[in-house]
């Protein structure tokens, strides 16, 4: 008989959340599981098990992921609690469709003065009040 298979719910918080970061991060870059599966040299099961926290990811593994997608290994655990809780996963602007489309187009801006700007920008635009359409009336 087949081992059961695990699902989310029955993985580590942690796994889960160091999954979930990784999944949104390469889909942020526009880089299919396939690619990455190949740039790290594993199978593409692998970074499915990983992004879903079925499998736990090793350091070293961990290491060169965060350097493929171009990022610290902290970029992994930002967000998370000191004593290992992960928050809940949100149907928010990480991921919606048009979140990872602007990711991508951010990262396509080779000029680095533009895209801090553009953060700038898109910072303020986040502190205006709910109710400001920013159209005249």
Known sequence: MPPARRHASDCDPVDVYVG???????????????????????????????????????????????????????????????????????????????AQALARAFNRIPDRRLQQDFLELVLAMAELPADSSGGAA
């Open 20 to 98: 979930r970061r990784l999944r949104d991060r390469r889909a942020a870059l526009g880089l299919s599981q396939a690619k990455l599966a190949a740039s790290v040299g594993i199978s593409v099961q692998q970074i499915q098990k990983y992004e879903r926290g079925v499998n736990r990811i090793g350091a070293s593994r961990l290491f060169e992921v965060a350097r493929v997608l171009g990022v610290g290994v902290d970029y992994f655990f930002d967000g998370m609690a000191a004593d290992g809780t992960a928050p809940p996963a949100s149907g928010g602007a990480n991921s919606t469709r048009e």
